[in-house]
Every structure is written in C-alpha cells, then in structure tokens.
C-alpha cells in the first residue's frame, strides 16, 4: 500500500495508471474510518483494479462554529484499515497543498443544496463540491463511492458530476450500522455513553415511520409526527434541526408518499451532531 501526500504525484499516478488502461475507483474520507468507510472500499475494488481512498479533513466544509479543530484522526488505525482491506494508494494531502493562500474558485449547487442539512449549515455544501472537484481531478477515477447515510451530499455531489461533465460513474454504497441500529458516524466517538444509549432511538423512530409506509400510511405528516414524537421522548435530543420527507430525485419536500421518498433527520444529541434517513418505499 503506497501513502501519497504530495498532490502533484498523485495526479501523475493517476494518469499513468489510467494510461495502463485499469481502472481507479476512489473512496473520498475524512479519516478517523470505520467499517461503514471499508464497506464502501469493497465496493470499490469490485469495481475496479486499483482503489484510492483519500484521507483528508476538508476546512472549507466547516462552519465557523463546527467541529474541524476536534475531529477526531487517528492516521496509524486508519492505515491498519486499508492496508488489511486492500487499499492500494493512501492519498492524505495536507490542507496547505490543496488550498494555495489565494485559492479564489469554489463549486457551488443552487437547487439541491438548500434544504435539509444546507438550511442548517451554510457554505458547506459549498465546500463539499470544491474539494470533490479538487479530488476528482487530482485521482482521476473511473468510479467513485459515497456512503448513503450523507443522501443530501451524495445527491448533490451526483448532479455536480451530471452537471459539469465529469467521467466518473458514482456509486452511492448503504447506510452501515452498529448491531443496535445506530448508523456508523466518526462523530459517534463524541457521544456519552448514556447519549450513545439514548442515540439509538433515532433510528428506532425511522423504523416506526416505515412501518406506518407498510401499513398504508402515505401521508408524510404522520411520518414525521411518529418520528418527532420518539425522538422527543427516546432521543431526548438538545435540539432537533429537521425531520423531513423529501422526493430523492428532487430533494423537494413532499405532502404524499408517491415516488421513492428521502425521510431524513438531524439532531443534537448533547452536543453532537447526527444525521440519519432511510428510503421509502
């Protein structure tokens, strides 16, 4: 397994790789990875003949007021991670080689980007599509794989690929979960253990919501009222910044239950920050 920090010479890897003919699949992380990090490496070596999984902690998705100076790293784990999963390169480039001091062109999405985890985070889709770019002009893949507990951010990093022409075929992986149901999240290791234990309940209301969909309920109001009222009593969560249904393709908010539907949520859980969804039907 090779360990790239320098973004010239992965670029060029990259290119000769591609001029070999084989293909590169890409695994974008912020480190600190977890089995839902190497669910989505397998997907890529299935996929592909070389698997790039990049390490990098990007400061222009974080609000002033976020977690970017705590987030947790652990570079000696996650190298034991790829290096058993099958990773071959190890892309971690520093923050100073990505943004030059006059570092001036952003990507932005103005439709897909506004509700949801956008309404509540200002700028940081913003910054999500910018270093997307960046990395995928610097890795060069042919197929690259998200993790579907960020739906927002996988549909929006999918219409900027529509969008912009980019030649990369992007593979949204499921969400992973903890045996009790908790989706797997770096941000998970901030929580107490009697907030880990009260954390659950957040996919438990999700799961009632479905069962409403199975039993005929169509009417998302009722949905999200099943969900508010669990995470309320259950959750118990500092804040709730959203419970919403939302078409998947749109990402528009939905009355009725009638094409695939996003129900999505984002609390506080003390003082961390979780989001969770699932897909209905």
């Known amino acids: 397994m090779k360990i790239i920090s320098m ?7 990259a290119i000769q790789t591609r001029q070999k003919c084989r293909c590169i699949g890409f695994v974008p992380t912020m480190g600190f990875l977890h089995e839902g990090h190497m669910s989505l490496v397998r997907i890529a070596r299935n996929k592909s003949d070389i698997v790039v999984l990049s390490s990098f902690v990007n400061p222009v998705q974080f609000g002033p007021n976020e977690d970017f100076d705590k987030y947790p790293r652990d570079e000696t784990k ?7 999963e099958g990773v071959d390169i190890v892309f971690r480039p520093s923050a100073d080689d990505i943004y030059t001091n006059d570092h001036s062109v952003y990507v932005e ?15 940081h889709f913003q910054g999500v599509l910018t270093i997307v770019a960046k990395l995928f002009n610097i890795v060069q893949p042919h197929v690259a794989v998200f993790g579907g507990k960020d739906a927002q951010q996988a549909r929006v990093i999918e219409q900027m690929v529509r969008d912009l022409n980019f030649p990369v075929e ?12 908790l989706a797997m999240s770096s941000r998970n ?23 409403l969909y199975e039993q005929g309920v169509r009417n998302t109001s009722v949905l999200r009222g099943k969900i508010r009222e669990i995470i309320e009593t259950d959750v118990q969560p500092s804040e709730i910044e959203y419970i919403e249904a939302v078409d998947y393709t ?16 984002a609390v506080k859980v003390g003082r961390t920050r979780l989001i969770d969804n699932i897909l209905i039907p």
């Open 7 to 13: 973004v010239s010479a992965m670029q060029s890897l």
């Open 170 to 181: 992007i593979i949204i992986g499921p969400i992973i979960r903890e045996p009790d149901g």
């Open 109 to 123: 999405e103005e439709k897909l980007s506004t509700g949801l985890c956008g309404k509540f985070r200002p700028g």
């Open 78 to 84: 996650d190298d034991m991670l790829c290096e058993r």
């Open 250 to 265: 749109t990402l528009q908010p939905v009355t009725i239950v009638q094409n695939i539907t996003l129900v999505a949520v």
């Open 189 to 211: 290791t901030y929580l107490s253990q009697d907030e880990r234990k009260r954390a659950v309940n957040i996919y438990v209301s999700l799961c009632h919501a479905r069962r």
